[in-house]
């Protein structure tokens, strides 16, 4: 009897370890960052406002205006007027993508242009993976381009 029971504790363990997920593989997940960042820039594109508040965090904070804004209500309060116009005020793609060893977080960086394909200048975005598969924008501050060529 006491022989059964540890064949079945062990078989238990056995089968939960192979369930568990490998180790996360660091390209795919940057793909996977990379095409949420992409998805996330074209809910501007497409003004679609509802789709752009379905990406935040509940503990995201922008650095937009004058104030970090906490928590996706504020975020969307501010970010409402960039979609109520009928074109896109900027857009922005990502440039580069980097996802933390666990798997866990991934910070994306890219370029901004205004309508007529301008930079105008670059953003900066953490990603937090909430379940599997879904991230979802925790950090982001976006800051104006330097026009270094001319010395500002």
């Known amino acids: 009897m006491r022989f059964n029971l540890v064949r079945l504790v062990l078989l238990a ?15 795919a997940l940057k793909r996977q960052v990379e095409a949420t960042e992409r998805a996330f820039a074209k809910t501007m594109a497409d003004r679609d406002f509802a789709a752009f508040k379905r990406f935040l965090s509940s503990e995201t904070i922008f650095f937009t205006g004058p104030t ?26 990502p ?5 933390l060893d666990s798997g866990t977080l ?10 007529q394909g301008k930079l105008i ?32």
């Open 13 to 27: 363990l056995l089968s939960a370890c192979a369930s568990m997920p490998a180790t996360p593989d660091p390209a």
């Open 68 to 93: 970090p804004l906490r928590g996706p209500e504020a975020v969307a309060a501010w970010w409402q007027r960039y979609y109520d116009q009928p074109q896109a005020p900027f857009s922005w793609q």
């Open 95 to 99: 440039k580069q993508v980097e996802v």
């Open 106 to 115: 991934a910070l994306s960086t890219g370029p901004v242009h205004d309508p």
């Open 121 to 152: 200048g670059t953003f900066t975005s953490v990603w937090r993976l909430e379940a599997p598969g879904v991230w979802r924008i925790v950090l982001d501050k976006g800051d104006q381009a330097c026009d270094c060529a001319k010395g500002k």
